[in-house]
């Protein structure tokens, strides 16, 4: 299969399993005999046989890259540097968290204006609602608050949506993200997976409108912000987080 096809197709039936990021490592460090990383090697748009070295290795911590790739150049004696995001999926309809933090921190980021921030923290409940007969007792959905502000939650999001977008999915740290893998692990079945470069899955991901959807949550192109829920109710639980189906890389 030649180069331009490999960039265009980006998907392709894996060789072997895959359990965690560590194989992810695994086969970018084997490189010259493992199949899947010479393609994703050349969907990066590298030629195999100018390649001397490559290194990969895992970054930990809260940065959106979760393996870094070294590749040293042969004939130029060039180090470039590729992150990844790794995706792993095995329900095609599931939902994979991107970000979550208290809505103090995204108002920091983004600069959220007092009226947002506490209709935010509304929606978590960080701020606990004093009307009555709500669908939850302890929040509030942003269809049960005033349209007027459902209009500004709207607008704010909207405006802002290019920087909201990049951050979730890329990030702004020394880590931003340049590719996302998303491996599919199919029950009884070879894994497949889709190498995408981040300004194409910004563009997936963001692609549509900003909206409240039925569920009285927030719809940012095909991106979900909802309350993060569960931890036994802990003030963790009252966080914003952000959700995408990593499957629509496969479309």
Do not use: C
Request: charge should be positive; aromatic fraction near 8%.
């Amino acid at each position: 299969m030649t180069k331009k096809k490999l960039v265009r197709l980006g998907s392709k039936t894996a060789k072997s399993g895959f359990r965690n990021e560590k194989d992810i490592v695994k086969k970018f460090n084997n490189w010259r005999s493992d199949e899947d990383a010479q393609m994703w090697l050349n969907i990066m748009g590298y030629k195999l046989k100018e390649i001397e070295k490559v290194k990969a290795i895992i970054i930990t911590g809260s940065h959106k890259t979760d393996v870094q790739v070294q590749i040293t150049i042969y004939l130029k004696k060039a180090i470039s540097v590729e992150n990844l995001s790794v995706k792993l999926v095995s329900n095609p309809q599931g939902f994979n968290q991107i970000d979550k933090r208290l809505v103090d921190k995204y108002t920091e980021m983004w600069n959220i204006p007092n009226k947002i921030a506490k209709t935010l923290k509304l929606f978590t409940g960080e701020i606990k609602p004093k009307i009555k007969r709500l669908r939850d007792k302890r929040r509030m959905f942003f269809d049960e608050m005033d349209v007027s502000i459902q209009k500004a939650v709207v607008d704010f999001f909207r405006k802002n949506k290019i920087l909201i977008i990049s951050d979730i999915l890329k990030g702004n740290d020394e880590f931003p993200v340049n590719w996302m893998l998303v491996v599919f692990k199919k029950k009884n079945k070879k894994p497949e997976w889709v190498l995408k470069h981040i300004n194409y899955v910004l563009n997936v991901f963001g692609g549509g409108g900003v909206r409240i959807t039925n569920k009285g949550s927030l719809k940012i192109g095909k991106i979900t912000m909802q309350r993060k829920g569960g931890d036994a109710g802990r003030e963790t639980s009252k966080m914003l987080q952000f959700k995408i189906n990593p499957m629509e890389l496969f479309h």
